[in-house]
């Protein structure tokens, strides 16, 4: 089982950046479809953000296109999520999570357990 750490969040400014980090201890990281997920107060978990498992495919949620960049770095477990120009509608519990040898990544509903999340503020 992949235990999942993610950090980076806090309260930013409408139109301010953030940047997440989660690190996977796994020692087949390279082998995992990697996705951000969030959940806002009252509705339903979301993917945000999935890259594969070279990193060579991307996808995002069309409200986060062009704000939002996933990456990650196989040497070193962890995949980051560089959000800029954030909106109070990004605010919400900001979640990692690893799909084995899956692409596209599973919908939210399909992952089995999930890690503590970070929570990311934006202030209008």
């Known amino acids: 089982q992949v235990q999942l750490v993610e950090s980076g969040g806090g309260l930013v400014q409408a139109g301010g950046s953030l940047r997440l980090s989660c690190a996977a201890s796994?020692?087949?990281?390279?082998?995992?479809?990697m996705g951000w997920f969030r959940q806002a107060p009252g509705k339903e978990r979301e993917l945000v953000a999935a890259?594969?498992?070279?990193?060579?495919?991307?996808s995002y949620a069309d409200s986060v296109k062009g704000r939002f960049t996933i990456s990650r770095d196989n040497a070193g477990n962890t995949v980051y999520l560089q959000m800029s120009s954030l909106k109070p509608e990004d605010t919400a519990v900001y979640y990692c999570?690893?799909?084995?040898?899956?692409?596209?990544?599973?919908?939210?509903?399909?992952?089995?357990?999930w890690g503590q999340g970070t929570q990311v503020t934006v202030s209008s």
């Open positions: 890259i594969s498992r070279g990193g060579g495919s991307t």
């Open positions: 999570n690893a799909d084995f040898r899956r692409w596209p990544i599973s919908a939210p509903r399909d992952f089995g357990s």
């Open positions: 796994v020692r087949t990281f390279s082998l995992y479809s």
